[in-house]
């Protein structure tokens, strides 16, 4: 049930993926081109030819231990608290300055100075290894990203190995016929923390690769697939029921599983498809893990994650039954339970902690870590809040070129597009695009050619497709749900920016004279997993936009004065600069976001175009 892999999460899901070239058109200029690639077999991803690759390009990785925990607190902790708290104090970043042993070819496994020991501590390094060395002096020419990628997937595919010798029993290799008799295995090695269980570390690692697979590779099927992979030994160690008994491994244990249910559900928002588990499962009892600083920081963060998965499951009733015009008072029903239920949580979340950051237990990390939740938790529950209103405010009027999430994509011809799409909209689970196509015309153009005419054409059009006859009955009318989706983008777009950079505490550099080392505040954030919900405020700000300019060049004193509309639209023109910000800086590290972030700019540019 965990490993199921499922035809419709291709990898990529309009994210850029390693395994297909990447060719990001400009937006709006024949416009709806369909890429269609092959995909090669899941090795090595494809890389230019070994005489590109420079000597000089360094990659992040570590010389113990020790060291590579240190970095997770510095570079990971804050977005995905898998670990406990710090159990010694920080200490400074220090990664490998020598370039290390590599092959003639770029495809073949690198020659490593050290070998983490820990699938745990493997998994880490292939995602701290894709953040720029320090001492690199092109951190983002070609070469340096190969590198940083060749390290990354060699680190992940010593991690596999790792957790599949974690799980293997010894009589399976010397009497098979003991093995089913047999306890879990036993592993011998020295904990990667000392306050997390050596047989939790193949869970972990599963976690970090699962975020791995999605953020850098653009792989969903192998997202979903690790996620499982962790819930199902979790599942066997019982980790889902836990007692309220409290010792000096409990914190981990219940981060672990937490953190697995977080996982297991965020494969299932991001790829819009059905959950493998039962969200609120009574058997899941273990109590959640605390923030010394904010004691519910973890019950808001689990709560926003299941309205999220809830509003993901609701879009893709939504599409069924707007497929087969069935069933809609059920959706009704459902969108009110989900608005409410959103607005509850948001509202919860926006409460302060009690706890004051001078009662932190001594630890600020870990108070960092959660405003930093707190911040993940919110942009969650106003991405929820667009999943359950973006219908009924723009009938999913497609924007972006290729599939981002659940966003309907764009088709270059639009008669034969719209009739594929009928015929498998069934079978996709995608909203009927027959009727979003007729109202993509009047965006085709660029804004030079606006005029008030065609603007009265869109706003016909807009009206037009937006009212089915079948769809009367929803609980809130389109002005509603349009302002809902405009302050959650908006609320979306100032909380990416509030999540913490990384810090590290950084020696005098010893680096050689002229070498300019990376400053602090360009280092890129981390574990992204929660990136459609940059889409999703992008897609409501951009639709929002061509709505307000719309009403502008309606209005009587067009023209003449500022309007409301024009205060609306600068709003929305800093919004999605906050968001291009945002995927930029996590590009910086994770190449699948690539794909995010060209689309974003592309529409932004055609939006705004003089800018």
Aim: aromatic share 8%; charged share 15%; with cysteine.
């Amino acid at each position: 049930m965990f490993g199921q892999i499922d035809g419709l999460s291709v990898p990529g899901a309009g994210l850029r993926s390693l395994d297909f070239p990447s060719d990001v058109q400009s937006m709006f200029a024949d416009l709806f081109i369909p890429h269609d690639a092959g995909h090669p077999p899941a090795q090595m991803e494809p890389t230019p030819s070994p005489s590109n690759i420079s000597t000089q390009s360094l990659v992040r990785t570590y010389g113990s231990e020790h060291d590579i925990l240190n970095a997770y607190y510095d570079f990971i902790h804050h977005y995905f608290p898998i670990l406990p708290p710090r159990a010694a104090p920080a200490i400074p970043d220090r990664p490998l300055d020598a370039v290390g042993s590599y092959s003639e070819s770029p495809t073949e496994e690198p020659l490593l100075l050290y070998r983490p020991r820990s699938p745990l501590s493997l998994a880490l390094s292939a995602v701290l290894a894709l953040i720029p060395h320090p001492n690199d002096l092109e951190p983002s020419s070609p070469a340096s990203v190969i590198r940083r990628r060749t390290y990354a997937h060699t680190f992940s595919q010593l991690a596999n190995s790792s957790i599949e010798a974690d799980c293997e029993l010894h009589a399976s290799s010397t009497d098979p016929s003991l093995a089913l008799s047999s306890e879990r295995p036993l592993i011998n090695r020295e904990s990667f923390h000392p306050h997390a269980p050596v047989e939790l570390e193949s869970i972990l690692a599963l976690l970090v690769l699962s975020v791995y697979e999605y953020t850098q590779r653009g792989n969903l099927l192998k997202m979903r697939y690790r996620a499982g992979q962790a819930l199902a030994i979790a599942l066997d160690m019982s980790l889902h029921s836990l007692g309220e008994e409290y010792d000096e491994f409990a914190e981990a244990r219940r981060r672990a599983w937490w953190m697995t249910y977080y996982c297991v559900l965020q494969g299932s928002i991001v790829s819009t498809t059905p959950l493998a588990i039962v969200a609120n499962d009574p058997q899941f009892v273990t109590p959640y893990p605390r923030f010394a600083a904010d004691p519910d920081g973890w019950a808001v963060l689990m709560q926003a994650q299941q309205v999220l998965v809830s509003a993901t499951q609701f879009v893709i009733d939504l599409n069924k039954c707007i497929s087969t015009r069935t069933n809609m008072p059920y959706i009704y029903e459902r969108m009110q339970q989900l608005d409410t239920w959103a607005s509850s949580a948001l509202a919860q979340s926006n409460l302060l902690p009690i706890v004051p950051p001078s009662m932190n237990c001594g630890d600020g990390m870990e108070f960092t870590t959660a405003q930093s939740i707190r911040s993940i938790s919110r942009i969650k529950l106003s991405s929820a809040q667009i999943k359950t209103h973006r219908f009924r405010a723009f009938s999913d009027i497609p924007i972006f070129i290729k599939k981002h999430c659940d966003l309907t994509a764009a088709n270059s011809n639009n008669s034969a597009a719209c009739n594929s799409a009928k015929d498998s909209r069934v079978q996709n689970g995608i909203t009927d695009i027959r009727c979003s196509c007729g109202g993509l015309e009047p965006f085709q153009q660029s804004s030079s050619e606006y005029t008030p005419s065609t603007a009265s054409s869109t706003s016909s059009d807009y009206q037009s497709i937006s009212q089915y006859s079948f769809t009367s009955g929803f609980p809130f009318s389109i002005q509603h749900s349009a302002k809902v989706c405009l302050r959650a983008a908006l609320l979306i777009s100032r909380m990416f920016p509030s999540l913490p950079i990384p810090q590290p505490i950084i020696n005098e550099p010893k680096s050689p004279q002229g070498m300019t080392l990376q400053p602090p505040n360009q280092l890129p954030r981390t574990m992204p997993s929660f990136a459609c919900c940059l889409m999703q405020g992008s897609y409501a700000m951009l639709m929002i936009f061509y709505k307000a300019r719309v009403e502008k060049q309606l209005s009587p004193d067009y023209g003449n004065k500022t309007t409301p509309s024009d205060r609306l639209i600068e709003e929305l023109r800093q919004g999605l600069e906050r968001i291009i910000a945002t995927v930029t800086n996590y590009a910086a590290a994770f190449e699948a976001l690539d794909g995010m972030r060209d689309e974003i700019e592309g529409a932004y540019q055609t939006a705004f175009p003089q800018l």
